[in-house]
């Protein structure tokens, strides 16, 4: 473990929304502004594998909030074709509504924050600022590198492979320890089975799901900044980042070199850096 990573153990709970046994992540309290961070849908995903390294940082400075979405993790699963847009977006607005009072800054990775677009788009008023990365919510057609996440079939060399797409390193596909850990959280019979209802055999109609029309992307005003690496092999930033930096009216746009998808564990200091800055108007 990093020495600046999150302890599961100290940091996650749970509690029922909507009679959804939902698992999640807590750090920093007091008269902080709450910041809930709302992870991307690779397999074996989950709050703590996408946040875990920038969660210590964050929490000096906010509220920290972040679930396992419905069918990740360990918040419970759906029958196979109960899964949608309108389950995962109600759920993640009655989960902010539970945990704050008022408004909240939003990070949305990927999927997440295809996720973070539509409750800005639905509840404007939960919603203070936006940090997205490597984002979907934009109508594209589905990338060679996406169809091979959401098309994972379980195995320890197909795992490898998803950590080539996803890092700009190549030499993360050797971390075993890595390659090992992602791949047993795939297999966990409960979540393998999820994943596979929720993408494998409609990936591009899902995508369409995830995704906002135009028009109703441009009447999202929050303050956003868009976060992307140059080398994303899973969403490329052509299609999806600087398509929403022309239809965002309030939007700044970061592109990191030499960096794949996985912005938070590439370019974690600086990205965090940038964070903070925005939030704070520095």
């Not at 809930?36 to 703590?48: N, Q, Y």
């Not at 419970?76 to 949608?84: D, L, R």
Request: aromatic share 10%.
């Amino acid at each position: 473990m990093a020495a600046n990573e999150a302890k599961l153990e100290e940091i996650e709970k749970k509690m029922t929304v909507d009679g959804i046994e939902t698992n999640y992540l807590e750090a920093g309290a007091g008269n902080k502004e709450t910041m809930v961070l709302i992870h991307g849908s690779g397999p074996g995903v989950s709050a703590f594998a996408n946040w875990r390294l920038v969660i210590p940082r964050l929490s000096e400075t906010f509220h920290v909030f972040a679930p396992d979405v419905i069918g990740f993790g360990k918040t419970a699963k759906m029958a196979e074709n109960e899964y949608s847009l309108d389950v995962w977006v109600n759920h993640l607005i009655n989960f902010i509504d539970k945990v704050s009072d008022g408004p909240v800054h939003i990070v949305g990775n990927s999927f997440g924050g295809a996720m973070a677009l539509q409750i800005a788009h639905r509840r404007p008023d939960l919603v203070d600022k936006l940090i997205l990365m490597g984002t979907v919510g934009v109508k594209h057609e589905l990338s060679y590198g996406l169809s091979k996440v959401w098309g994972y079939d379980p195995s320890i060399e197909n795992m490898r492979e998803l950590i080539k797409l996803f890092s700009y390193n190549q030499e993360a596909a050797n971390n075993e320890e890595l390659v090992k850990l992602r791949y047993e959280a795939s297999m966990d019979p409960d979540s393998k089975d999820a994943f596979h209802n929720m993408f494998y055999n409609n990936m591009q109609e899902r995508l369409e799901e995830l995704s906002l029309e135009d028009e109703e992307i441009e009447k999202i005003d929050k303050q956003t900044i868009l976060f992307h690496g140059l080398e994303d092999q899973v969403i490329p930033f052509e299609a999806t980042s600087y398509k929403l930096m022309q239809l965002l009216p309030n939007a700044e746009l970061h592109l990191f070199n030499k960096c794949g998808h996985w912005t938070q564990i590439e370019k974690t200091e600086p990205f965090i850096d940038y964070i903070l800055a925005f939030t704070k108007g520095q």
